[in-house]
């Protein structure tokens, strides 16, 4: 049978952690169960999963279903559940696309806590078509039916729903029935009317008016007043069916439909019969055998009560009657169709359309080893157009069977039985576990973990019940210390605590024994894994939307989308014998598109040469296979050094491939391309026309349309499995290339059409994009919740204070990157079932680059965005499908700046630097680089050496990579020549601006002089020479004291640049007024460690031959000795006369003709000793003149001579012999009442720093 239908199941989770909104549904009588407090559940979502049957309550649905509004309006379908012991009902959006003006999309969960369980079959929905609101009706344990109201804006924004209290919306279904009767399942045929089947065989018809809360009760029982009273008490007939602890009356229905018109009440029965009840009269007016037989009162055939029966009426193109179809399970299961003839008051009959006619799907198990359960069928009735289509679901435990037909009812019996197709059930197939391979690189542990916690593969509760599990079984208790652990973490420590490092005598450590145990140990874990990953692809219903005609299979713990093969599929999944019907069969059953062989090569030769490769790959030793991968992975992430037919001839050589293959795989392959004449008979043509069959460049309309977060669940995982399909596909070809190649394509005998060079180089390329794209679909990122409108939101756009956000979600970088720039197609005259594989197309085409740009520029892109999301170790690892270009490298340098490893970012700027500033960009530079670059970054780029290399030099200052900087920084001047024309205004400044701050940074202040004395602007000269001095002096003082300081200074060649030693000579004064008003005031002059500024100055004045200035500075430190308390205390005055002695010195250095200087004095000479005042304080240049602003107080200028210093000093000298001898002149030092000028004696100094009126000096 052919499989022209596929599947993708998905988990559904809530897209943030603030997506869920919860509602408590008090009892009837408005009590609540303590133990299902808001507090309590979330203890026990915290309580580890410690066994199976605690995973299954807490974590799978035990009912799930999809309900579609009658109202075509979004959002209109909606995946509900039933979970957490049935005592959940949670419900969510499930459309697949919205309009892009509707930007608020319902994206919220609700979970509605009832105090008591589900009943089974106890959740039904309903709405108008008129109406907004979504109507569920829910059955408890209790016998208690509520009706929740919730409006389809409760999904956009729950806090409208949650502000009401729960009595405007939630109310109880008053019926005197319940108090009496226990409920066994539940239909609403709209929000008026509901219909109650109970457990003794009666029906109960609720109804009401449209805004009327007042159900009128309508009861349904043609048994005898003594039968119902029998009824009521419970009593057990002899032919009651067991349900559990309770019992069932025959005539319970298990399933109920009511007519379009809504005068008739069908209801499949457990005695196998159709009942039909008249509700306006409340008669029976039709009942026949599920199979129109003839049965014997006392006849046991029965349904069975855990299962559901299924109907569905409809009406047929120009037919008066509508018509009814049941499905029985007797006899292998058997379809009906019932033509129900009659009036609305008449009496009704129920006719067989077509007796004598067996209808019964296929059996998924024909040998009846397994016993299979119809558990869903959903009938499209079909038009003047198009045939009906019947889809039937079957179970087996976890696993499903899904079937569909196409039929004419004029010849039913020959369509039947020749028109039924399947879907492929990949949902239910198991991924292959790593295979042990000695040689491998990779050591067991990280494989398991690779592939255990690959994205899609195992959810997380999986893996913790899991391990739980395998605790209990190894009798392993988890220590306090190891349940904070990661999951990653636990798995390691507890498998690894199962496996010892032995030693056998003095022998070394068994390494090779040790790792096959610990492989041993992970596949046992991995087989529980398994056992309970499978209760989550359990199959609960089968759910159909006739309006969009898409299938779905809601699952215990995922939905299962059903949608159309793609023409690889086609040939992937079906058998070789059935491709020669393929075409007709899609043919007759697509009428929306066309699936044919447009090339000599029909599907049957294509199929052939799929199977034989794949076949032949698969039997290669776990060893060969891995190694064969990893030469593929080594050749295409590596830049080729020799032509391609080197490049297999060593990927043969170096796996030994021929030696490899057995003759009995030989012979195998040779048997599977017997009908090509063998090996020798493919040729590259066929090849080709496999590689076809990938998704091209489509033209598809642009759609107003974005894809829901629902239906980006569906997408990415859908695309996961079409990228691992393709690329096991590559593999497969490349591998019987390589082989075919080596084998039998010898120069001495070559095989006609056939040229493994062709074919490897054609493969290859194709390969690396879905490696890549691989890659990105498994590994996730977080990112602000986002909903795309008209123009989207691109990456670079997004903020990343956003990301730290709640309202973040996890999602694969494909998704992020390229796959959400696909949009969904309306469905209007084409299914959703093709239009999903068509948008999977698309974004395939749209990944390999077809539609925009190449795919190397395309990985570059990628990897950009990784690096502007600050993805540094995805986009490290990322690197294995980076091409070999000047872009690239480039991009490789950005890496190694976000990683820290700057040697490795300045090797690739320099590897990149010719490309990148020399020719022409291949397009918009901001766009290829994901935002990375901005609009003025990228103008440095194809505009020149010096601008490429300024840029980098700009970026290794951003990140403070001075070393690297002040690398790029020479390399800009050297490439800046001295003629050449500056690229932009200033830009040579800038340059050496940039180098200056580099040099500086890196405390090599000769460099940095170099560069600043290279700068043309005058003002920033000054500045610099001021940010030279104060680094010189702050760094070289903490660590060689003020000295070294001082002798770097003097080092450079300032008397070459005099404009530059003015400057620092000015700021050096700058600083010594500020250190002479605040700090020296109570420090000794020599400053004890720390910098005196005077000193510098003295110091530097004298090395530039100073000697005026270095006495004007001499003098400054005068006054400073003179006014400090330690001087005037001292007897010996050893300060003053040092101090003294060194002005002496220096102006005897000064020609006699210039042997002075002007300073300031105060008019008032007799002012108090010992009085200072700061603001007479002031630094005197070399030509005696104040920088700053003077008090008001007059003053006058005197002359200071090297005489005058030579009588203070000798007068310094009488004073201390005075005082030696205790000869104290209180009148000589006394202060003068008299006002006037002073006159000073030929022999005394007229600057009298003996005295304490020295103090009256200003400088």
Known sequence: ???????????????????????????????????????????????????????VAQNLASESSIYFRQSKSYPRTFSWSVLNSAKTLQIQCSDLARSETDTKEAHFVLRFFFQDPIIHRGVTFADLENGDDLHAFVCTVKNEIFNLQVPPAAFRDPSGLQSKSVQSWCKPLESSSLKLHTAHYLYAATPLEVFISFTNGKLQRLKRRSGDDNWVEDNYDDRSWGASIRGIVSWRGPQAIENGSGHLDPRTAQSMV???????????????????????????????????????????????????????????????????????????????????????????????????????????DPSGNTVWTMIGFKLEPGNDVQPSRLWVLWRNHNYHQLYNCHFEYANIAASWKSNWVKCATTASQKRLAPEFVRSDHQDPVSKWLNFLLSPGHYSEAVLRTALSIYEDATHKTTITSQADLSLRQRLCTVIAAKVPLRKYGDSDLDFDRFSTD??????????????????????????????SEMVWIPMSDKICAIR???????????????????????????????????DGDTFTDLATLISAARTFRESFPPELSNNFVSAIEEDISTTPQHVVPTRIVDISDSLGLSEAISDDVFNQLEANLESFGGCTGINNELFLAVIDLLPSKTNTVKSALRTTLFGSFLVSNGIVDQFEAVQQLLLDLLALAVFVEGEFNQEDAKIPSFDASELFDHITPLFKVYQRNLWLARHSRRVPL????????????????????????????????????????PTVERPQLFLITEQLAEIQSWALGEDSITADDGAVYLQCDMLKQEEFELAADFLLFQPSTSWSSYVKGRLGMGLGQYDMAANYFRKASYGLSHGKAVGNLVELSAGLLSIVEAGSFYNG?????????????????????????????????????????????????????????????????????????????????????????????????????VRLLQSLPWSMHPHLSRHLDQHLVTLAKKQTTTDMKISDWSSNGSIDYLNIIHGIRVSHKDYRGAVTVLFDRLRLVRRSARARHDPQATALRQVLLALINAMACVAPEEAYILVDADDKMGSKAGKVDDSDTAMTGADGDNDEAAPPRKRRRIIVTLEDLRKEYQQVLDKCSRIERGDFDFDVDGESDEDGDHVTPADQSRLNFSSRNGDSMVF
């Open 518 to 547: 610990t492989d041993t140990q992970w596949r046992n874990f991995h087989r529980i894994v398994e056992k309970v990953n499978d209760t989550r692809i359990a199959p609960l219903s089968l759910a159909y939307d006739s309006f």
């Open 786 to 825: 986002e909903f795309l409108g008209t123009a989207g939101h691109p990456n670079p756009a997004r903020r990343q204070s956003e990301i730290h956000d709640q309202q973040t979600r996890m999602i694969s970088i494909f998704e992020d990157t390229l796959g959400k720039a696909v949009r969904p197609q």
């Open 258 to 364: 009511a007519s379009t018109d809504g005068i008739h009440l069908f209801t499949a029965c457990l005695n196998h019969t159709l009942r039909v009840w008249h509700l306006p009269s409340g008669t029976l007016v039709a009942s026949k055998d599920l199979l129109d037989k003839k049965r014997d009162p006392n006849d046991r055939t029965h349904l069975n009560p855990k299962e559901d029966a299924h109907l569905q009426v409809f009406k047929l193109p120009l037919q008066r009657y509508p018509v009814l179809l049941t499905y029985s399970p007797e006899d292998g299961g058997q379809f009906k169709f019932w033509d129900i003839k009659g009036s609305l008051t008449d009496t009704i009959t129920l006719e067989d359309k077509f007796p004598g006619v067996k209808l019964s799907a296929p059996d998924p």
């Open 945 to 1045: 050496l010096p601008l490429y290399l300024n840029h980098i030099t700009t970026l290794f200052e951003s990140v403070k990579a001075y070393n690297e900087a002040s690398q790029f920084g020479h390399l800009t001047l050297e490439a800046l020549q001295a003629a050449q024309k500056e690229p932009v205004a200033n830009f040579r400044t800038e340059v050496l601006s940039r180098l200056f701050n580099s040099e500086l940074k890196l405390t090599r202040f000769r460099e940095a002089y170099n560069a600043l004395v290279q700068l043309s602007d005058l003002a920033l000269q000054r500045s610099y020479v001021a940010a030279l001095i104060d680094t010189v002096l702050g760094s070289q003082i903490s660590v060689n004291g003020p000295k070294s300081a």
């Open 1 to 55: 049978m052919l499989s022209l239908y596929t599947e993708t199941a998905f988990e559904v989770t809530p897209a943030t952690s603030s997506s869920t909104a919860e509602f408590e549904i008090p009892r009837k009588n408005g009590s609540f169960d303590q133990s299902q407090s808001p507090a309590k559940r979330q203890a026990r979502r915290r309580t580890p999963l410690l066994d199976e049957q605690t995973f």
């Open 564 to 598: 159309e093969c793609s023409k690889l599929e086609l040939l992937q999944q079906n058998e070789i014998e059935d491709m020669a019907d393929l075409e007709d069969a899609c043919a007759r059953i697509w009428p929306h598109r066309k699936v044919s062989s447009d």
